[in-house]
């Protein structure tokens, strides 16, 4: 494997890292097996230092709580190195994790907000992102400027991270310092109006301590889709002290800010027939696909449109070893995020589609975020005997507290919303537009204000949690996991009539794991594994999509929602442990689903359930081929689904939403000349369903199938510089990446080309 002054002289290896360590395939560390694998792992007190240790060449996990090589770790666990999201030209989470197979995303409306949606297994991840093991409450859309790796934990994972995570967690790795001197960064340009820059300096202030600083600059507009732009700039900067040593301090700052202009995409083509005699009817019901207009198609107006985001991250990480074989560690963080946008929903609720015209509805939001949170890991080895125990426990505190607000518009003294027929009036002042040829630049004129009726939620989290791998002999292990969560949770409704309703749950969370592997030799793993996971109602702190949220007398009467995961899996590494071969069958049950039954009322009666299968081949084909790929198949039925009235049990046996029956990707490389390196991704999603309804011919909304190809070249200039051309959707695709349950479905970004220069020194 490569080490980072390889890297730049043969882009290969680098390449072949990366698809190595994305399927935790071969010999991949956990931090708290670190000390069975490498004494002078512990000699150094490196073990501990997570985030780009390395072994033998292989990297390590960023949490404790995984006591086990990733290799004999009982689930499918995904890492995305520095060097992919590098290779692919990627410049946000979302772009680094179209790369996983059976990842989908979601689209936020109205009172949830624009940000990363990750859907894992079928379950809404958006609550469930971790940076640096911490939960990442606040929506937004994240930078990877700053980001060293990418964990994608898959499987009901609540002994990880207490509420939520029904189909697993995302966890971002932050850069850190190291005992090295260095400048590094990049310089980009490309296709609609594309520019970054990237520095990443890291300076040895002793021979136990450093600084780093992290920076970015991003200004681009969205290939296909002319008016639409994301502009922001970040900083990170870290100090550690007392680095390969048995006690270490990091302290760290991450501030990234947004100004963009949004885009929810085109509506649906089969709304509502809401008849009229003023118009003659252009279009008829279609099948629940978004309308087919031009791709450049844009609905909202540059002059009233934008999105705002802030993001400040304070950490303070402590460690010690107290011997090679017992580590601590504890983490206090402070954040604060806060989203404030204004975007134009093209609204399809009356059927004005089908008249030619598009109803331009404001979609509003002034939210802020704050959370405290404080980890404590106690983590290492020890003997009974002959058996061996890989072991992390640990004590979660936290406290999370959202505000949510929104903007009142009004046109020609009227609400907004008095326009939704797109009458004469409301095409003549613009809150209304054509099918066909909207104008962004339309002189729209409104008066904005502030509302100044907020929501507030809270929710106070005290976790208990312990695992152990244990050896029994070299070819079985059992691996177990516990955790004990006081879930509080609060919200409170916007002032109405002159009062403020409160509403309040407490629940304990129990939830475990227990997995066992069978090593019939050195490199292959077979393994079976039990888990479970949570959710209670305001799971996402208002801040997301949330189906259970605490927002009435009867949700804050509902237990949590208990999911069961079951998952068979094998892992084997061949050809020398180059290439890691994975596969996994899963199911997960969700027994106590609230729906609404037949007199209207809702109870916690349904029934969900998600099988799937996932195969996976990654590392070095050849010396200079690298390759990884995956598949997952989902089988999503919604066993019991409720309904209202006529409508009960109308839905059951569909499937539910954000679960394509087949998706893949492969990414590879090809070191053509010791100076020259292509590849190729080629990215396929199945048909995606935005909502779970069959009850009526205008209720199934969907985004039909694609496959996505990109390509990338690096010219290796001389030890410091090289140039990377990338060029994404290269066929020009025109695809849609997110389906909403009823309004619309986002356009995905055409064909672009971006070229860029790397440096280090």
């Not at 071969?26 to 230092?49: L, R």
Request: some cysteine.
């Amino acid at each position: 494997m490569s080490n980072t002054s390889s890297r730049n002289s043969r882009v290969a290896v680098g390449a072949s890292t990366l698809a190595f360590a994305m399927l935790g395939g071969a010999g991949i560390q956990s931090a708290a097996a670190q000390s069975i694998v490498s004494d002078d792992v512990q000699e150094t007190g490196a073990a501990t230092s997570l985030g780009e240790v390395i072994v033998n060449g292989q990297r390590v996990t960023s949490t404790p709580k995984i006591t086990a090589p990733l290799r004999d770790t009982p689930r499918q666990v995904t890492v995305i190195p520095e060097e992919i999201i590098a290779t692919t030209g990627s410049v946000s989470l979302v772009d680094a994790l179209r790369t996983v197979p059976g990842i989908t995303f979601g689209a936020g409306e109205g009172g949830n907000p624009l940000g990363d949606r990750p859907f894992l297994r079928g379950a809404d991840t958006q609550s469930s992102t971790f940076v640096d093991g911490v939960r990442d409450t606040g929506a937004q859309s994240r930078e990877v400027f700053n980001v060293e790796g990418i964990e994608v934990i898959k499987g009901a994972s609540g002994v990880y991270t207490g509420r939520g995570g029904a189909g697993g967690g995302i966890y971002i790795n932050s850069k850190s310092p190291k005992l090295d001197n260095f400048i590094a960064g990049s310089l980009g340009i490309g296709t609609a109006e594309y520019g970054r820059a990237t520095i990443d300096s890291n300076y040895q202030l002793s021979d136990t301590a450093a600084v780093r600083l992290n920076a970015l600059y991003h200004d681009a507009h969205v290939a296909g889709r002319d008016e639409v732009y994301n502009s922001r700039w970040g900083v990170a900067p870290s100090i550690a002290f007392g680095i390969g040593t048995d006690t270490r301090a990091t302290l760290s700052y991450y501030h990234l800010q947004s100004d963009d202009l949004p885009d929810s995409g085109l509506p649906y083509n089969n709304p509502l027939v809401r008849p009229r005699t003023d118009l003659p009817r252009v279009a008829v019901e279609g099948d629940g696909s978004p309308i087919n207009v031009d791709r450049n198609t844009f609905y909202g107006l540059t002059d009233r449109d934008f999105r705002k985001e802030q993001v400040d991250i304070g950490t303070v990480r402590l460690e010690h070893d107290f011997s090679p074989n017992l580590h601590f560690r504890n983490t206090t963080r402070y954040s604060e995020s806060s989203q404030d946008y204004i975007y134009t929903q093209p609204d399809d609720t009356q059927g004005n589609i089908y008249y030619g015209l598009v109803w331009r509805r404001a979609n509003t939001r002034i939210s802020d975020v704050n959370t405290l949170f404080n980890q404590t890991d106690l983590y290492g080895t020890f003997n009974t005997g002959s058996i061996r125990h890989s072991f992390s426990a640990g004590l979660e505190l936290s406290k999370e507290e959202g505000e949510n607000d929104t903007y009142t518009i009004t046109s020609g003294g009227l609400p907004l919303a008095s326009y939704n027929r797109c009458l004469p009036a409301a095409v003549a002042n613009f809150n209304c537009t054509t099918v066909n040829n909207p104008n962004p630049n339309d002189p729209w004129v409104g008066v904005i204000t502030k509302t100044g009726t907020p929501t507030n939620s809270s929710t106070t989290t005290k976790g208990l949690y312990a695992f152990d791998t244990i050896t029994l002999n070299p070819q079985w292990q059992l691996n177990l996991g516990l955790r004990f969560d006081r879930y509080e949770a609060e919200f409170i409704s916007a002032l109405t009539a002159g009062a403020r309703t409160t509403f309040k749950r407490q629940d304990d969370l129990v939830n475990y794991q227990v997995g066992l592997v069978y090593k019939p030799i050195e490199a292959a793993t077979v393994y079976a594994t039990y888990s479970t996971s949570s959710t209670p109602v305001g799971n996402a702190l208002a801040q997301g999509v949330d189906s259970n949220a605490l927002s009435s007398t009867i949700n804050a009467a509902f237990v949590p929602e208990e999911n069961k995961a079951y998952e068979i899996g094998a892992k084997w590494d061949v050809l020398g442990d180059a290439l890691s071969l994975s596969a996994a069958i899963f199911r997960v049950e969700t027994d106590n689903a609230r729906i609404t039954v037949a007199d209207g009322t809702v109870a916690q009666v349904g029934e969900k359930l998600i099988q799937g299968l996932e195969i996976g081949v990654s590392g070095e084909i050849t010396d200079a081929w690298s390759v990884f790929a995956g598949y997952t198949y989902l089988d999503s039925e919604l066993v019991k689904a409720g309904g209202s009235g006529a409508a009960f049990g109308l839905n059951d046996g569909i499937r539910f939403p954000n679960t394509p029956e087949n998706s893949a990707s492969i990414t590879t490389n090809y070191q053509v000349t010791p100076q020259f390196n292509v590849g190729v991704g080629v990215y396929y999603m199945g048909k995606v369903y935005g909502n779970a309804s069959t009850a009526t011919i205008n209720s199934t909304k969907y985004i039909p199938d694609y496959t996505r190809v990109d390509a990338n070249a690096t010219y290796v200039i001389n030890e410091q510089l090289n140039l990377r051309l990338n060029v994404q959707n290269l066929t020009d695709e025109f695809y849609f990446n997110q389906a909403y349950p009823t309004h619309y479905a986002t356009v995905a970004p055409g064909r672009s080309a971006t070229l860029t220069l790397n440096f280090r020194y």
